[in-house]
């Protein structure tokens, strides 16, 4: 039986085949879809301090919701690998965006240094999650990090076709409480 990592890295591969199979289209239109079903939940409505992320190609894109919302304080994640896969946090700011070696858009590092315990509600990009709220990252445990001691309310952001059944879990691993899809809000658990 292999273990845990080599299970994850394997259900990568197949989440990262799955999730491009989807295509462009489905993408953007499942996408405002999330941002919608977000943006009518109460528990938005009552954060004002909102970690999200922006995306990765492939992943659900919530810009729509940052740009639709600007009076929430939107945050944004930082990741620093050279720090032990440390991520600090800073305001939004579009104007402000620089590129991420791993891809991705991210504040500038001279923008203020927000506290993660300022953050109330916690947007949580992943490859797939499954209905227990466990996510597959991509393996840098950023998130799991971050999750560990967070005391807001988490919320997974994945397409329907990536809510898995069942993800292997690791002893470091810490599940979302809330998980959003195309399809709608669903609480996490048995």
């Not at 970690?51 to 930082?78: D, F, N």
């Not at 939004?92 to 315990?117: K, N, Q, S």
């Not at 470091?172 to 998980?179: G, L």
Request: proline share 9%; with cysteine.
């Amino acid at each position: 039986m292999p273990d845990v990592a080599e299970q994850k890295q394997q259900l990568r591969r197949l989440c990262r085949q799955i999730r491009k199979g989807l295509g462009d289209a489905a993408q953007q239109k499942a996408s405002l879809s999330i941002c919608a079903s977000i943006a009518s939940w109460s528990v938005f409505h009552r954060s004002s301090v909102i970690l999200a992320y922006m995306p990765i190609p492939g992943e659900a894109c919530l810009i729509p919701l940052l740009e639709r919302h600007p009076k929430k304080r939107w945050i944004l994640p930082r990741i620093i690998p050279e720090e032990n896969h440390r991520m600090v946090f800073h305001p939004y700011d579009a104007g402000r965006l620089v590129r991420h070696p791993f891809g991705m858009a991210e504040p500038a590092p001279d923008l203020p240094i927000i506290p993660p315990g300022e953050v109330q509600l916690a947007l949580v990009p992943g490859l797939a999650f499954d209905r227990l709220g466990r996510r597959l990252g991509y393996g840098g445990g950023y998130f799991d990090r971050f999750l560990r001691d967070f005391t807001g309310v988490s919320l997974g952001v994945i397409f329907q076709a990536l809510l898995l059944e069942h993800i292997p879990c690791g002893e470091h691993d810490v599940p979302v409480e809330w998980i959003v899809t195309e399809m709608g809000l669903l609480h996490a658990g048995p």
